[in-house]
């Protein structure tokens, strides 16, 4: 794993953290939380992409090497990036 995605991750504990106490003051602030943790999640996966990408196929399989433990193929992983950005670019606030 890289240390950007390793950091990334870490942001994103943060900040979840902050969320999930309460931590704020008002709805509009606990907002602004929620929307920079979606940020940080949309980065995160393009991270995680990067991170696998490269890996051979034989690290996807399980430990008796009879079946892939990746739940999508490179491309639907592609495919599920870009409806996140096109997501995110929809959010209403």
Same mark, same amino acid.
């Given at each position: 794993?890289?240390? !950007? ?5 870490? @942001?994103? $504990? ?22 920079? @943790?979606? !940020?940080?999640?949309? @980065? $995160? ?26 739940? $999508?193929?490179?491309? !639907?992983?592609? !495919? ?5 950005? @096109? ?7």
């Amino acid at each position: 794993m890289s240390p !950007e995605t390793e950091n990334c991750m870490r @942001e994103i $504990l943060k900040l979840s953290k902050k969320i999930n106490s309460k931590k704020f003051n008002t709805i509009q602030s606990g907002m602004k939380l929620i929307r920079a @943790e979606t !940020e940080l999640l949309q @980065e $995160l996966a393009g991270f995680v992409f990067y991170d696998l990408y490269p890996r051979h196929d034989r690290y996807f399989f399980d430990l008796e090497f009879k079946k892939y433990s990746c739940p $999508l193929d490179q491309d !639907e992983l592609v !495919e599920f990036l870009l409806d996140s950005i @096109e997501n995110y670019k929809n959010l209403p606030f």
